[in-house]
């Protein structure tokens, strides 16, 4: 017997499951719990304070199915809640902003494009990170409304999502842009896509990796050490949506049959 770390992700939808498969590769044996806040998805289009309010609300959710730590598995929702979710509670908090510094360390045409919320793109956090790490590097962004509707539905490949992605990587692409930083948790899921439209020269970045590999270094540094021995992952969905679509959505984009379980009323 040993005791497991619970971690609790959340995002608008299903687009943080990007950001558990790196979770659950970096923590094995991790009890994770995921909520997917698909009754208030998009985040994108809604004001900071509606998403603080949301975050916390989820928060204090996953800090009752006992969470050890958390991690804001939306650019969006880092940009609005962080700081005041830091401010009330104590367990590692971990968010997630869209990849600039590697995205400039890595372009050689010297131009950077940006895909992102329209709510991530007008944050003082993202206006910050620019300041910080572009230097010299021209960065170009672009809000893309739609494409996290595209994900919640399952869509990755249609005539229409090529039509979308095509509409948003244009402006980039005419800038010059040789790196795409995809700055929302959704787009990985459409980065195949995304790749076979803008051409096999543009380098996509996200921030996934970095995020699990910060969570793995927050937990070994600050929870107390845990006994692992015969200690199994497991993984527990919540949606404050439709249980039978989320169900279906997530055992696709997570790879095997889950079943999604409706969130406490009290909490959507
Ligand atoms: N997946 C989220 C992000 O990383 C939010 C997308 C949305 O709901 O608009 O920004």
Known sequence: MGISRTI???DSGVGGL????HIRAALPDARLIYIADSAHVPYGD???????????TLTRFLIEQ?????????NTATAAAAASLRGR???????????????VAATKSGVVGVLATVGTLESARFAALLEKYAGNVKIVTQGCPGLVELVERGDLHSAEARRLVERYTAPLLQAGADTFILGCTHYPFLAPLIGEVAGGHISLVDTGTAVARELKRRVDTELPPHVRLGMVGSENFYTSGDA???TRIVSSLWGRSITVQVLPSQFS
Do not use: N
Not at 46 to 56: D, F, L, M, T
Not at 66 to 74: F, N, S, T, Y
Not at 89 to 103: F, N, R, S, Y
């Open 8 to 10: 609790g992700v959340f």
């Open 18 to 21: 990007s950001v558990l498969h």
């Open 46 to 56: 809604k004001q900071p304070a509606y998403i603080e309010q949301r975050s916390h």
């Open 66 to 74: 006992g969470a050890d730590a958390i991690v804001i598995a939306c």
């Open 89 to 103: 509670h104590q367990l590692p908090i971990i968010g997630m902003e869209p990849a600039v510094k590697p995205a």
């Open 244 to 246: 039978g679509h989320a």
